[in-house]
């Protein structure tokens, strides 16, 4: 099995286009929904507020026969003043309240009238967040700067250690991977899921962005090899080898890492949930664009470059 | 062959070393948990400017930090992380504390005391803000049994006018008698049921005590202790002080204060008053189990992903894949013994940059025995197969560790906590894995191949006999 991988180039861009449009159209949706107003559904960390989450304590007698009602929780909160909030019953016995930053008195007074209603509550099992909208804002500020500034050293650092056009394909690449993981999960915040992005969803895109690149190289390394051993060959048939001969090596990696994290994502607590998603959706464009996008852009930028007719001119070297 | 030994033999005890220092007790150096994996709070404290001071620097900051410090030792929470995050932020973390009401309230006020004398002549204003400041209080605590919140919002406002309105009736001394004049402060019981705190004064401090009490002695004059701008109490001062003034430094604030109150209040004058305003930006809270609950699971699915893993690599890889599931193994022991010797806390994100790194080193091995394989079906021998394999690989090794250290280096330096616990367990671990699959992977694999009964090429490539025709196919 061969793959000509520049032979349906345009197949292959066009896969990746259309997902990136599905998902600026659904980013732009997003931001006219006047509930979203961003291109993804911000979480907590980024609009700032406070989120409330209790659970009942099942130990205590009679505590858990009734299930919760959640009309009787609403009411507790617009009395304190509190009824744009959202609350959502999670599992049997927890529930969720977000709100407007409330400071320690309002908090304690929704948490001791919530408890009034449902029942007591585990103090272990409580999450009680309070986030000030700067705060994501800086957080996210710094990731996308620190973002940059990492683009800005791989560039220089390909560019030294293969070419510059290389460096710059590796970067579109990356940031094709993170496109597409930004607009799944766009798509996924304007569905019935509701998927929110949070401080985690950055690191993710971080470590999305480490993978891709290194995933890259490991292709353009090849690619650097072969162009070595035959200076004369066209550079289209040189990506193709290169990329077939190093098929296995990009599957293997992928499907080993895309492993552990689908056990995470299936197994593992909730709090990582989203997150593993990210880097299995990231990892896995990540491979595809390594293979389909990076090595065929490069092959087509280098054919722009030297128009392949060199055959009039000078008999080749070798 | 003799390189070979004495690597092995370093191998074998830096495995040793290792496993001492994650498992056995007088070298174990336990790996501190992230407040998100061991439950507890986490308040960032965000420090605020003044007309007066206008930039944070590092010097304010080290003083809210030292402050802070004070105020929380006070509380009494056992192994508080309080850290200064420039250019404007303390982060305090306080394990176990799974409702941090009472050190919201300690860290949130600024309390800023100040004895101030009271103006001539103004006796009866007063008295009139006085009582109308009693009736508001009473109001605003019936209001907040009946929960109207925009009634409580009014009374407050107006209590807040009320409170300025009184304190413009009083004068401060020159300099301004304030908490940085305060040796002691410690809430003690009345013979009532009330608390009051005593404060001790230094001696500066005692001096302005005694000349501003010498100044109203026998006037009929208050001194007003202020706290945050609010009188707490006002005393006059009879006139047998008019001669000395009330001196020895020592004096007491009563204002009606529970026992819980009155401690506080101590604590946080004795800790200082904070030189600028600060205000509780963000806190979270995240239970003991909730947090237990989801490291387990996540602990569990993460070893069970990796067993998979290592199963699918001798599947695919044979001999080398045993031999690169020894390195991995290797590689997850000196990782984490590079985190406890390093002390970095592991939270969340870092478990996520750990993950990352076990995949580039799986990632690395792949590479090497892929390139082997190449070369075995290229007709080499195995010896210079699995020499060319390490080789060859090495530079796609080199390259895309090297571009993951840069993104690393520029998340550390410019990302903020979440981000920095990433890179930081990214980095060592792809440190690390350069090792074992170089070194490790290396030396174990030459090991086998001078064993002549694994000296099978089957053993490395599986299918050699039917592929060796078609050199370039990869699969």
């Known amino acids: 099995m061969r793959l000509s991988i520049n032979k349906s180039r345009s197949l292959w861009w066009g896969i990746s ?90 908090r304690t007074n929704l948490q001791k009238a919530v408890v009034e209603k449902i029942g007591a509550v585990d103090p272990q099992k409580n999450q009680i967040d309070s986030v000030g909208p700067t705060l994501g804002l800086e957080l996210f500020k710094s990731g996308v700067l620190a973002l940059i500034v990492s683009f800005i050293g791989i560039v220089l650092y390909l560019a030294v250690r293969f070419q510059f056009d290389y460096a710059v394909f590796a970067i579109i690449a990356t940031f094709h ?22 401080s985690l969803f950055i690191v993710a895109l971080l470590t999305i962005t480490g993978f891709s690149v290194n995933d890259t190289v490991v292709i353009y390394d090849r690619i650097r090899e072969t162009l070595g051993k035959n200076p004369g060959q066209p550079f289209t048939d040189i990506v193709d080898d290169s990329v077939n001969q190093t098929l296995s090596r990009s599957i293997n990696t992928a499907l080993a890492v895309v492993l552990t994290l689908v056990s995470i994502f299936i197994f593992g607590g909730e709090t990582l949930r989203n997150f593993s998603l990210a880097l299995i959706i990231g990892f896995t464009t990540g491979a595809y664009s390594s293979i389909f996008v990076a090595s065929t852009l490069l092959a087509w930028w280098r054919e722009r470059q030297e128009p392949p007719a060199p055959a009039s001119t000078e008999p080749l070297a070798n | 062959m003799k390189r070979q030994r004495s690597l092995l033999a370093l191998i074998f005890v830096m495995v040793i070393a290792a496993i001492a220092v994650i498992a056995v007790p007088p070298f174990k150096i336990p790996v501190p948990l992230g407040l998100d994996l061991r439950g507890g709070s986490q308040l960032t404290i965000q420090v605020k400017t003044t ?30 992380i309080i850290q200064a995050v420039p250019p404007d932020k303390v982060l305090v973390q306080l394990p176990g504390i799974n409702d941090p009401q009472q050190a919201e309230r300690v860290l949130g006020g600024t309390a800023q005391l100040e004895f101030k004398q009271q103006k001539p002549g103004v006796e009866p204003q007063l008295i009139a803000f006085r009582n109308s400041n009693f009736e508001l209080k009473l109001e605003l605590e019936e ?32 300099p301004p008698l304030t908490g940085k004049f305060l040796q002691d402060a410690y809430g003690q019981p009345t013979q009532g049921k009330e608390w009051k705190v005593d404060i001790r004064f230094d001696q500066k401090g005692g001096e302005l005590f005694a000349a501003l009490t010498k100044n109203i002695a026998g006037t009929g004059r208050n001194i007003g202790i202020f706290l945050d701008n609010e009188l707490i109490s006002a005393a006059g ?11 020895g430094g020592g004096a007491e604030i009563s204002g009606g204060f529970t026992a819980k109150e009155a401690q506080g209040l101590g604590i946080q004058l004795k800790g200082g008053s904070l030189p600028v305003p600060v205000e509780i930006a963000e806190r979270r809270t ?31 890889y044979r001999l080398p894949g045993l031999i690169a599931d020894i390195a991995l193994v290797i590689y997850a022991l000196l990782s984490w013994a590079s985190f406890a010797l390093l002390g970095i806390t592991l939270t969340l994100p ?120 078609k050199a370039e196919v990869a699969k």
């Open chain 1, 17 to 106: 286009c259309a997902i990136i449009l599905v998902g600026i159209i659904s980013m732009t949706i997003s931001w006219l929904n006047p509930d979203i107003r961003a291109p993804l559904r911000p979480g907590l960390d980024f609009v700032g507020g406070t989120r409330l989450q209790l659970e009942r304590d099942c130990n205590v007698p009679d505590n858990c026969n009734q299930p919760i009602d959640i009309v009787a929780v609403r009411e507790v909160a617009r009395v304190q003043g509190l009824a744009d909030s959202s609350i959502q019953i999670i599992g049997d016995n927890g529930v969720l309240i977000r709100s407007k930053n409330l400071d320690v008195e309002q």
């Open chain 1, 177 to 198: 991977d993170v496109l597409i993981t930004l607009s799944i999960f766009s798509i996924m915040g304007l569905s019935p899921l509701r998927t929110e992005v949070d």
């Open chain 2, 51 to 80: 007309p007066e001071i206008k930039q944070i620097t590092d010097r304010e900051l080290e003083a809210v930090q030292k402050v802070i410090e004070g105020r929380i030792n006070g509380l009494g929470v056992s192994e508080p």
């Open chain 2, 143 to 174: 209001l907040r049994k009946t929960k109207d919140a925009v009634a409580i919002a009014k009374t407050k406002e107006e209590l807040d006018k009320n409170n300025s309105a009184i304190a413009e009736l009083f004068e401060s001394t020159n």
């Open chain 2, 237 to 247: 001062v009879s006139a047998q002080y008019a001669a000395t003034g009330i001196t």
């Open chain 2, 286 to 316: 995240v239970g003991a189990t909730l947090g237990k609950d989801s490291i387990q699971s996540s602990i569990y699915a993460g070893l069970g992903g990796l067993i998979l893993v290592l199963i699918f690599m001798v599947w695919y």
């Open chain 2, 350 to 469: 870092g478990i996520a940059g750990f993950v990352l790194s076990i995949g580039m080193a799986v990632d690395a091995n792949i590479l090497i025995f892929e390139r082997t394989r190449e070369e075995l079906k290229a007709g080499k021998t195995l010896y210079r197969s699995v020499e060319s394999g390490f080789y060859r690989a090495f530079s796609s090794i080199l390259d895309s560790n090297v571009t993951a250290w840069i993104a690393c280096a520029a998340l550390f330096w410019l990302g903020s906590g979440l981000v920095r616990g990433f890179a930081l367990t990214l980095a060592v671990g792809v440190a690390v894995s350069m090792f074992t699959a170089i070194t490790c992977s290396r030396a174990f694999m030459f090991l086998a191949i001078s064993i002549p009964s694994l000296r099978k090429p089957e053993l490395y490539c599986p299918d050699l006999q039917q592929t060796s025709t």
